[in-house]
């Protein structure tokens, strides 16, 4: 089977029958009661929330970071650990160079 | 000229103050002079423009009541797109009714550089495409069995391409099938761009899209609608 020309015939069926555009009865007057109950939108309101939003998640990073830097002592055994290894990859040459 | 009133006619426009702007809308006396030379050949709508941007103008006071006659306008023409995404009424209503909920919101946005009705349609495609989006999940992802006109449709199309109706009932449900087999940007593209007819820089516009990106979904919705059809094609004959 042609496959591009059930396609294009298909199409042509969509397009020959384009879909209605009948409103429902008193659909005005649903929409307006409806926007005249729902709260208006106010920029304001919706950037104050997303200050807050962003001062939680600040918050949460800050307490984050306390705890991390709070953590036990092994983390500066390793720290420490690194450092001596770090001079001594560094002199470790130098060492080489001068036996006495 | 035309555009250059629209856009000193923008009630948010800085070099403009809003009592201007409302100066200029008045049919008569006021300022008449100004339309005549401004407008010289607009007739029916120019006054038709007019007509919705005191509308706007109106609703952006804080005359919600304003906002009743741009919904009875231009309601059969969000009816209609909403329509090509939706099957259900109760699920066109839905669509239609948030379309309008958001215009209200967004009044405040609408620069009046462009008509308030280009401004809608934007606003109607992308609730469309946000409701396909949701309702992915509902979409027909396994095959079901064609229903007997259907089938029979098809029958006709392969022995005669011609002489398949294209006025058929079947006909439209199969190509409503169809699209409710393709994914929410596939169905978009091919429905805007096949079936509405419209240029990929119209697409671009009213999805919000850049043009390469609506020439790669075409692509793709192309070839997924093509493989829609294989998978219905080798259901139906093997």
């Known amino acids: 089977m042609n496959l591009d020309k059930l396609h294009n015939k298909l199409v042509a069926v969509a397009r020959k029958n384009p879909p209605g555009d009948q409103v429902p009865y008193a659909f005005e007057q649903r929409v307006m009661a409806r926007l005249s109950t729902a709260p208006r939108f106010d920029e304001w309101a919706a950037w104050a929330r997303s200050l807050w939003y962003g001062a939680a998640v600040c918050a949460a990073v800050a307490v984050l970071m306390s705890v991390w830097s709070f953590s036990p002592d092994g983390e500066q055994d390793l720290a420490a650990n690194f450092s001596q290894d770090l001079e001594q990859t560094i002199l470790s040459p130098a060492d080489a160079e001068n036996p006495w | 000229?035309?555009?250059?009133?629209?856009?000193?006619?923008?009630?948010?426009?800085?070099?403009?103050?809003?009592?201007?702007?409302?100066?200029?809308l008045r049919p008569l006396p006021l300022r008449s002079g100004f339309f005549v030379s401004a407008l010289p050949d607009m007739g029916e709508?120019?006054?038709?423009?007019?007509?919705?941007?005191?509308?706007?103008?109106?609703?952006?006071?804080?005359?919600?009541?304003?906002?009743?006659?741009?919904?009875?306008?231009?309601?059969?023409?969000?009816?209609?797109?909403?329509?090509?995404?939706?099957?259900?009424?109760?699920?066109?209503?839905?669509?239609?009714?948030?379309?309008?909920?958001?215009?209200?919101?967004?009044?405040?946005?609408?620069?009046?550089?462009?008509?308030?009705?280009?401004?809608?349609?934007?606003?109607?495609?992308?609730?469309?495409?946000?409701?396909l989006r949701e309702h992915q999940r509902n979409r027909e992802t396994s095959f079901t069995e064609l229903s007997a006109p259907e089938s029979d449709w098809l029958d006709t199309f392969v022995a005669a391409p011609e002489s398949a109706s294209d006025e058929a009932s079947a006909a439209r449900e199969l190509i409503e099938r169809v699209l409710a087999m393709l994914s929410p940007a596939a169905r978009l593209v091919i429905t805007l761009l096949e079936i509405e007819d419209r240029s990929v820089k119209e697409i671009a516009e009213l999805t919000g899209w850049s043009v390469p990106l609506v020439k790669v979904r075409a692509f793709r919705a192309r070839a997924e609608m093509r493989k829609c059809l294989q998978r219905i094609t080798r259901e139906k004959y093997l």
């Open chain 2, 45 to 131: 709508s120019a006054r038709m423009e007019r007509t919705d941007a005191d509308s706007i103008a109106a609703v952006l006071k804080g005359d919600t009541a304003s906002f009743e006659p741009l919904v009875a306008k231009y309601s059969p023409r969000v009816f209609a797109t909403a329509r090509r995404y939706a099957r259900r009424e109760s699920e066109v209503e839905d669509i239609v009714q948030e379309v309008w909920s958001k215009a209200f919101q967004k009044l405040s946005s609408f620069r009046g550089e462009a008509p308030f009705e280009h401004w809608l349609m934007r606003l109607a495609v992308r609730t469309c495409y946000d409701f």
């Open chain 2, 1 to 24: 000229m035309r555009t250059s009133f629209r856009h000193r006619a923008h009630p948010q426009d800085p070099r403009n103050n809003f009592l201007c702007f409302e100066q200029q």
